[in-house]
Every structure is written in structure tokens, then in C-alpha cells.
């Protein structure tokens, strides 16, 4: 079964407001978590490293006042798109190493939030 | 600076064939390389990895060829299957030095024809 979490599975908002999307970790507690947005045909796109109890690492590029990410317990992490504006709608996804070997372990990852703002 | 290159963009293959698809990547830190297969609506799900000490991985009908020098990686699927239709996404990572962020390909869409 799915060891990563995400909800709500889908999403449409007006331009303007603000969306959550969790992402949980259901199987034993993450301290690192990645998300990731992909745009229809293209590849995913690390946005930022989720890390609990500190401030996210953010890529190149990526707004973190317009994305804000919080990791407040160990099996939860949240992406907030806040000023939603159409050119945000895509699917983002997160995820979490395996358990057990740190970061020496695969990714695992949701089965993603598709946003549409219009 | 795309740092995984991966081709082809779309691939068809008749059933009972073999898919391969390619990866070229430029970062000689990278060393852990994936395979991922994902479903439209879906998350990617890990098929294979590799890391660089070792030339050729296989787990059932998938198997990964690993070229170090060449800074080259492929996924070949034996006996492809109609449900084996997806995109795949190679991808790399620095396990150590980047906190197991991996860097994806820009996937290829392959579909099986029965």
C-alpha cells in the first residue's frame, strides 16, 4: 500500500486565494521531504526540501514566500500556494526517502495534487 | 543546465518487444541512478536503481546497463507488455553531498502495442 500520503488528490481554486496540499508520511516518521511540480508531458521539478523542525530549502528559482512549506511533526509536511494564480496550476508531489538507510535509500513518492486555478 | 538527458521522447513497441530508453548525465558526483515508471494521474514509483560500482543491474524483465565513462545510463524492458505502457523518468542523484535530491530526465512516453 502507499506509504506517502497526499490529500487533497485534486484541487480548483479561483486566482487569488490559497491552497494546502499534505503530504504524510505513513509509515515510519520522515525528517526530510521533497516536493516536486510537473507540468503536463514535462518531467518533475525538485521546488524545495522539506526539513522538520527548520526552514525549507528552496531551489533555485522557486518563490518561497509563495510557496510556503511546513514540516511540523515528522510524518507531515504541507505545500501552501498562497496568491494562487493560473500559471500555478500543474501537479505537485511530494516525497520521502525508505525507511532505514537515511538518504541512502530510495525515493518514495504521493500520488500527487492536481492544482487548477482559474 | 539540464543535468540528466534522457531520450527518446516517445517510444512504441510492439508487444513481446524490447523498450530501451537512455540517459546521459553530465555530473560526474552523481551516484545513485533510478529508474522511475509513472502513470497518468499517478506519483512515479521506483523501478530499478543503480549505483556506479556495478556495470549491469536486472530485477525480473527490467534491467539497468550502466556506463561510467561514458556518463551513460539505459532501462531495457524485455518481453514489453501492453500495461508496461507509461512514462519512465531516469533520474541522479549525490546521495551523500545533496541529501538524496534527485534530478530527473525528461521522460519518455512509451507505449506497447499489442
Known amino acids: 500500500g502507499a506509504v506517502v500520503s497526499q490529500h487533497p488528490s485534486w484541487v480548483i481554486c479561483k486566482s487569488g486565494t490559497s491552497v494546502k496540499i499534505e503530504c504524510r508520511s505513513l509509515?515510519?516518521?520522515?525528517?526530510?521531504m521533497f516536493w516536486y511540480r510537473q507540468f503536463p508531458k514535462q518531467s518533475l521539478m525538485l521546488m524545495a526540501t522539506?526539513?522538520?523542525?527548520?526552514?525549507?530549502?528552496?531551489e533555485q528559482g522557486v518563490e518561497k514566500d509563495k510557496f510556503l512549506i511546513n514540516h511540523a511533526s515528522l510524518t507531515l509536511s504541507t505545500l501552501t500556494v498562497t496568491s494562487a494564480h493560473p500559471e500555478d496550476s500543474s501537479f505537485y508531489i511530494c516525497?520521502?526517502?525508505?525507511?532505514?538507510?537515511?538518504?541512502?535509500?530510495?525515493?518514495?513518492f504521493g500520488n500527487g495534487t492536481r492544482l487548477t486555478v482559474t | 543546465q539540464q543535468q540528466v538527458k534522457q531520450s527518446p521522447q516517445s517510444l512504441i513497441v510492439q508487444k513481446g518487444g524490447i523498450s530501451i530508453i537512455n540517459c546521459a548525465y553530465e555530473n560526474t558526483a552523481f551516484d545513485y541512478f533510478p529508474w522511475y515508471q509513472q502513470f497518468p494521474g499517478k506519483g512515479p514509483a521506483l523501478l530499478i536503481a543503480?549505483?556506479?560500482?556495478?556495470s549491469e543491474k536486472k530485477e525480473g524483465r527490467f534491467t539497468i546497463s550502466f556506463n561510467k565513462s561514458a556518463k551513460q545510463f539505459s532501462l531495457h524492458i524485455m518481453d514489453s507488455q501492453p500495461g508496461d505502457s507509461a512514462t519512465y523518468f531516469c533520474a541522479a542523484s549525490e546521495l551523500y553531498n545533496q541529501g538524496g535530491k534527485l534530478i530527473f530526465g525528461q521522460g519518455t512516453e512509451l507505449s506497447v502495442k499489442p
Open positions: 543503480i549505483r556506479p560500482d556495478v
Open positions: 516525497s520521502r526517502h525508505a525507511p532505514g538507510q537515511g538518504f541512502n535509500s530510495p525515493l518514495h
Open positions: 509509515d515510519f516518521q520522515a525528517t526530510t
Open positions: 522539506s526539513n522538520e523542525g527548520s526552514k525549507a530549502t528552496y
